[in-house]
Every structure is written in C-alpha cells, then in structure tokens.
C-alpha cells in the first residue's frame, strides 16, 4: 500500500539532534527500536531545565506533521506512575528505550501517518520541566525517507507583486521524484534527484503550492504559499461602519480592523474557499486611523460563513511575525480548533463545523439571523440595596455544565428567594472546562456552556422570575490566543504565539501591577477604552446584562511595576478615573445598571467609587471579602472574629451601602471543608468537625452575613453547607492547591442533598432569611454591629417606619461550641413584645423585660419589633412542615396531622419518640431533653416521611 505524508510546513524546525537529546539509530522507521538519551547537564533552554532530579520521565507523542504530538501521546503529567519514566545512566545521563509503534499503541493506519515525534522531560511531580532552547519542544522526523524543504523558510511568503519565489528542497532515503503544484496546477517536475530547485517567476497573485516528493511508494508533500503585497489601496468608509462585522443587509456585510503599523491585509474565509486573491485585499481608510476595510457582497442570508484576517507587516521589528492569521477581535462567535471537538452537541446543537485546513480561531459570520424573541423587555431590578446575589460557574451547577441546567432548576433560585444571579466569566476563554478568567475573546460566547439564544432564554428566564443577572468579566488581562495580542507580539521561537511587543497599543509588555495573569491590558490607551466600550454595549444591548463584576480591578493603573505590591495596593488616581469612566459608559446605557468591582482595597480609593453618583442612586458596588473571620465563627475558633466590614459602615468614608459583603466566594476555600477540617473539638456533644454539627452551625451564618443592610453575595452551594474543599480534583480526591481550577464533582444533585434534613434546613433558614432581607423595608436601613467574640450581635433599624411597622431587627447568634446566655439590651421604649422573625406564625415571643436569653451552640435569634407576614406565603413546597413555637423551652406543636414523631440528636441518636394518632392542636412534650438542636422526623396521614430541626432552649 502506497504510503502517503502530508507535512503542513511549520515556522518550528524539526532537528534530528538538540544538544541535551539524542536518537539512535536516527534517522528511524515507527516500527524500529530506538533510544533516547538527555542529557540534563546541558542547560541550553529557556524553560527552568531539570535540576537534581531523582527521577525524570518523557512525556512525548507522535503526530502527522501538523502536531507532532497530534496522533497519540503518553505521559500524565505531574504523576509518578511509571509512565514514560526513563533510566538513570549516572552523571546526569537518563534514558529510555522504545519501539514507536508499539509505544503509542499505533493501529497500522495510525503508523502510517506518523512523521513526526514531539517530547517534553520532566521531573516527577512535574514542577520541573525541560525543553529546547527558545521554550519548543523536542521535534525529531520519523522515517528513513525524509524530505527538507530549504525554501521558502516559512509556510508563507510575503512578495512584491512581480518578484519570484525560490523553492529548494533535499532529500535523504535515495533519489525521489518531485512534482510541484501552484493552485492545483503542475508547473515543474524533476526525477531522480535528492536535491530540487524550482524559481517561480513574476509572481502578481496569491499563490498556494505543493512540493510533492516520491520515493518507493512513499509520498510526502510540502506546503506553502505566496501572498503578494496588493499595493495601495486606499478606501473612505462611511462613519457608520464599527471595527469587527457591520451587518448592511441580509446579503452585505462590512468587516473592520485596526491594525496600526501593518502593511496590507487580506480576508481569508470560506466565501472565497480561504483562498484570497487582490478582491480579499482590504482597503485603507486614511481618515480613520487607517483602519482596514472591506464590503462583502453576495452573501445568502442565514448561512454560516467563517474568516480571518491575514494581516502582514513587511517589516517587522525584531521578533515579530510579518505575518499573523487571526480571528476578529470584535468576534462574537469563534470556532477553534483546539476546543470545539470537546463541545457536547446537547450543549451546543448543530455547531458549525471548523473549516478544514486552516489553523487557530476563526470569526463566524451570518446574515439574515433571526432575533432572539424576548419574553420580558422592560426588567424592573431589585434594589441595590436589597441584592441577594447568587454567583455561579456555569461548569460546576449542573452535569450537563451548561446554561439549559441553570433554566431547568429555575425553581431551585426563585424558592431560595435570590434576587440576582452573578455567571462567572462566559466569554470565549482558552480550553473548555475553565473559571473562565483566561478570556481571549471578550464579546464572544463560550460555546461549552451553549448558545447564544440559550443563554438569552436563561437572561429571559430569569427576569420572569424576578431574577437579574450579572456577568463576571476580565478587562484586566487577556491570554495568547486574543488577536489584539497576536496582532503585536514578540515570537521569537515562530509558534505563532507571543506576547505583547512594544508596538501592542492594547497591551503593556510588562504588567503594570503586581497581581498579574494573562497579557495586562493598558487602560490609558484610548484604543483599550473603546474596546472595552463596545464590550460592555455588546453585553448589555444584545444581552439584557443587569450588571457586570469586574475582575481584579487593582490591574487598571499604569503607575506601578510587577513586583511592587505597595504601589499596586495604594491609591492610584489613573485607576479611579479610568474605572469612573467605565461606569459612567455603562450607565448612559442602562441608568440602572450595576456596577461591581473586584478591588479588595483600600477604602480610601473604594470610597471614590462606592460614593461615586450616589446622590442619582448609582454608586460603584464593592466586593467585599470576609471568609476569614466569620470562619472563625463558623469553626468555633480563636482567631479574628470581628465581622463588622460586612456592611459599608465599618469602611471609612463610605456613605451609602454599597459592599456586596461575602463569608464565601470562588476564590476562597470553602467554610464547610475548613469546618470539618479544623473546627472546635473541646465539647465532645458539640464537634464542630462532626459533619452534622457542622451543618448545624451554617444558618447562622446566613443571619449575621446576608442580613446586613446593602448587596450581599452567597457562593454556590454553600446553601447545602457544600464541603468539597475548592481543592477537589476532577475524580473527587484531594491536591492542595493542584486541583483548585479543576471541575468539581455534582454531590448536590447525586446524593439529592435537598432530601437531608441537615442540609434542607440550611437552604430554608437562608431562603426565609433572604424574604425578610428582600422584603421588610427595614432592612435597608441603619445598622449597628457588635462582634469580635463568638456571640455577634446585629442591630438593624429605620426610625422613619412608624412604630406600628417592622422598625427594629435584632440578630443574636452564638457560634461558641456550649450554650450562651446572651444579653437582650433591647433598645428601651420600642415595644414590650420582641417576636421571632423566623415563626411565620407570630407565637414565638420573648417579652421586653427579658434580660437575657439562652443560645444553644451555633444557633441564632432574629427577633423584631412586630411580626413579619412575609415567610406566611412561603412556598409550601420549599417548607414541607414547621414546628412552633421554635425555639421552644419545654413543648412544641406542628402545622399537620401525623402518626408517628421521632426526635434525634446530631450524632442521630434517638433520643424521644411519640406514636398515635396526633392533630394540630396535639402538643409534644420534650422538657426533660437537655438544651441543643435536634432533627424531628415525622409521618403523616399520607405516609410521607418529613423532617425539620427543633431548638430546645
């Protein structure tokens, strides 16, 4: 069987030998025995180098010529397990001896495509790791029969029109016969030669050639091409056209790029079967930046048509590419490569196939779309300062980790009675399962999570149930597939990626702050400005986006240097400028429109922010982080409990509430895990690290956090008391801080935690806690905070609400592992009666003249001048039962008929059961059980089995 290679010509040399690594025999066929040596003394690499390691492994692959690991690949990464370790030689020396074939476990097709071997070494656990010089990796040919291609020296060319193109090529294995292709068409051949030599003359269009080479029923072709410089071309487009795709009609559309300082551009895409010639040429506008332009015509409405830009500076400064292929900047769908063969087709239906033959992202564009068709279209938002946000990763809600998970359990937002949910970062980020925060197209949707249409249903969604919704976005930085870093980068190794180079009018090449990820965009520049401009109008007119969080906001200064932490943490008037700028943008969009920034600062330049406009009800929302102390209380330990800087008060100069105050986020460890992990083990009947206990401790948590006057944020599933560590890898074991990005496992729906009771009770506290906070007025009042200790006392009022009406909120809690006595200083002449604010039923009462009250461990109080009648409409599915009055200090009623009653304490011990027939008005009994909480399990006349917790006072 003829044998045939097809070789993509890579700017990445392949070598038979780099100074640190050797084969023998070399050259070799995919079938025959070889061995590879390395050489780890010789330190000739950009990439750390090996140093002393007790044991180094290979991890390597081989590949068809366009990848050199494309075909099969061996090696876990990080992982001591044998594979691909190599043997210890003495002196530095390792190596290891293979068979190709056999190794990567080749079917025969397989082999016979293989050309090419790609290898990487590294230490065991990976924190080490060597490649050749220029950070590439190790490339060596395969196959007796091998073909160079001396020129061109790239697989693009770039030509004056008129100018010829040499092509030489040698070969080894014998003499072979070439054959050389322009456009599909043989213009030279030559037989019995190892060497070729071909000048292609007068060239004046764009030109794609094939060098294929023959010897002994074995083929293998080279690729290349010519793009030839269309000469001026300059162009006056209407100031109507916008960088990136301006639809004109269902037939027309305009593309629009600014590329400072290059020469010409061509679009290459499937409207011209990615074969440009001088129509694709792109004019220049003179008197618009000289942006590049062109009109398409002829398009058929409705049908996916995909491009790039071929953008060539001809001469290039140093280490820069003259040619660079990329998608639009401006994209709002891409397809790429390297992710979209991941992409369920559940997820994402009828995704539009990658253009074969080309390489990285490109933009898809489409006339004739049909409009999403919005349900709701005049959203009325919550109130800033009644905000519940809910923030969620796409990735980890659900098991089909898209948007469609999110609308099915719609229910499961609306009965916890949130008021907004925050989607960390949705844009087109590198790889599939990611935070997101690695965003290379800003305006683009990730296609893992789905849709752009199924994401507008979930916005639609969700503003039907009262819900706003909140994009996480990353204006910080972006990572090395963006165009606009591609576009001026540095690449001395020619992979086609690269950094900023000092032409980037994006980017700075160093960052200018000390917590930098990614490529750091600079924000002074006018061109960044209006990017970000038109991402934040994409998102909210085509969107319906209530509010963005901005990430990492401390990264918007020019005023400091990468290993200067002070600078970055002080006040920088270029950030607080630039960022009120943004603000501004977004409000001339939508006036009430949320702003929120990630800055986690000081107060002297959040308070610029957060009191910014506040006088038209505006003013910047603030994250703010307070994970540790209250995990002091929720672990019932000794450190810094002192919870004031929850709410806007306890920051200086703030003066409106505007803190979107969190015990629990993405980037924290989670209070659960660290409970079990490290809580308080004095009091053997109160162990915190027992999960029970633990769980028992969570809705208190939600009472001295959520309640607080102003935003307030809960983190996924901390509702369920959620005790995977954020460390949790993808198969559900444990790594430090190894695993912190990977995806999480699903014990939320799995184990149908809604059916414990523990949990259950979590999510009904919180939920009854957040239809107070939402709807009594009074919470968005004043407030006082006493804290420091394990019982943390909030005051909450409004002394313009008439007396007659919910003025004054007091929340007692006691997070100490024993019971508290607790002092009331009920505030004198406000009322004689305090009610218990969690009984929807009004029978829990404790009277004014009450000095002190009993908290069992990890409970709370939430008492208020009158009763509230917002939890009697609770949704009765969300509350199953209820016992009143609970607390209680000697006997307890419930709201339904049952036949049996059995009361546990946390360790599940039976400790009280009660059998017959009882009604409502039936009372139980349970003064002889010691003070604590328990769980009541119950039948009813339809033998459902129901529990609820009981609190004995």
Known sequence: MKKIYLVLLC??????????????????????????????????????????????????????????????????????????????????????????????????????????MGMVFRSADGSQEMKASGCSDFIYDVGTFQVSLTSPSSDTTILNSGEDLTITATNIGGNASYTLKADGTIIDTNSSTNSYSFVDSNITTNKNYELITELGGTTITKTFSALVDPGSNIG??????????????????????????????????????????????????PTRNNKFWIELTGLTPGQVETYQYWVVDKTPIANSPSLVKTADPYSTLVLSPFDDPYISATTYPNLPTYPAGQEREVTVLETGQTAYNWQVTNFSKPKKEDLVIYEVLVRDFDANRNYQDIIDRINYFKNLNVNAIQLMPVMEFEGNESWGYNTSFHMALDKFYGTEDKLKELVDV??????????????????????????????????????????????NEVAMHSYSVGEDFDHSNARTQDFVERTVEHWINEFNIDGFRWDLTKGFTQNCTAGDESCTNGYQQDRVDILKAYADYSWSLDADHYVIFEHLGSDTEEKQWANYRLDED??????????????????????????????????????????????????????????????????????????????????????????????????????????????????????????????????????????????????????????????????????????????????????????????????????????????????????????DLMDPTGNTTVANSTTT??????????????????????????????????????????????????????????????????????????STLNSGMYMVKVQNDNNQILTTKLIKQ
């Open 11 to 116: 700017i990445s040399v392949s070598f038979f030998a780099f100074a640190q690594v050797t084969i023998t025999p070399n050259p070799f066929e995919v079938n025959e025995s070889i061995t590879i040596t390395v050489d780890i003394n010789s330190s000739a690499t950009d990439c750390n180098g090996l140093s002393n390691p007790t044991k180094v492994y290979m991890h390597s692959g081989v590949g068809d010529g366009s990848n050199a690991f494309g075909i099969s690949v061996v090696g876990n990464w990080g992982q001591d397990d044998g594979v691909g370790e190599m043997t210890n030689q003495g002196g530095g020396i390792f190596s290891i001896t293979i068979t190709p074939e056999t190794y990567y476990s080749l079917t025969a097709a397989q082999a016979a495509n293989v050309i090419q």
């Open 236 to 285: 006056i487009m209407p100031i109507t056209y916008q960088e990136g795709i301006t639809y004109i009609d269902d037939n027309t559309a305009v593309l629009v790029l600014y590329a400072s300082g290059k020469d010409f551009v061509y679009v290459a895409g499937s409207f011209n079967n990615w074969q440009p010639n001088s129509t694709f040429a792109m004019k220049k506008d």
């Open 462 to 507: 969700c503003h039907q149930n009262g819900i706003a919704v909140i994009l996480d976005i990353a204006f910080n930085h972006a990572f090395g597939r963006n165009p606009m870093v591609r576009l001026w980068m540095n690449d001395p190794d020619g992979d086609g990626w690269g950094s900023p180079s000092s032409e980037n009018p994006y980017f």
């Open 618 to 835: 505006k003013g910047v929302m603030m994250w703010g982080k307070m994970t540790d102390p209250y995990n002091e209380l929720t672990m019932g330990q000794n450190g810094d409990k002192n919870i004031d800087r929850i709410g806007h008060t306890a920051h200086t100069g703030f003066n409106g509430p505007r803190v979107v105050g969190y015990p629990e986020s993405h980037d924290e460890e989670r209070l659960m895990y660290k409970n079990i992990a490290y809580g308080n083990t004095s009091n053997s009947s109160h162990n915190v690290q027992n999960l029970n206990i633990a769980l028992s401790r969570m809705s208190a948590l939600g009472a001295v956090s959520s309640m607080v006057p102003g935003p307030k944020m809960i983190w996924h599933f901390g509702e369920l008391g959620m005790d995977n560590s954020i460390f949790t890898c993808n198969d559900g074991s444990y790594n430090n801080d190894g695993c912190k990005l990977d995806t999480k496992p699903q014990p939320q729906w799995t184990e149908n935690w809604l059916t414990e009771a523990l949990r259950a009770q979590i999510y009904e506290d919180w939920s009854k806690l957040h239809k107070l906070k939402i709807e009594e007025p009074v919470f968005e009042g004043d407030y006082t905070i006493s804290s420091g200790n394990y019982t943390p006392r909030i005051d909450i009022f409004d002394n313009s609400i008439p007396n007659t009406e919910l003025k004054n909120v007091i929340i007692l809690a006691n997070f100490d592992v024993v019971s508290q006595t607790v002092n009331t200083n009920f505030p004198s002449g406000v009322t004689s009666t305090w009610y």
């Open 853 to 926: 009250i009993s908290i069992p461990a990890g409970q709370f109080r939430i008492l208020g001048n009158k009763a509230s009648d917002v939890l009697s409409v609770q949704n009765e599915t969300l509350i199953g039962f209820s016992l009143y009055p609970n607390p209680t200090q000697s006997t307890f009623n419930m709201n339904m008929n049952v036949s049996k009653v059995e009361i546990y304490d946390l360790t599940g011990k039976l400790v009280k059961s009660f059998n017959g027939e009882f009604t409502k008005t039936d009372s139980f009994d349970i």
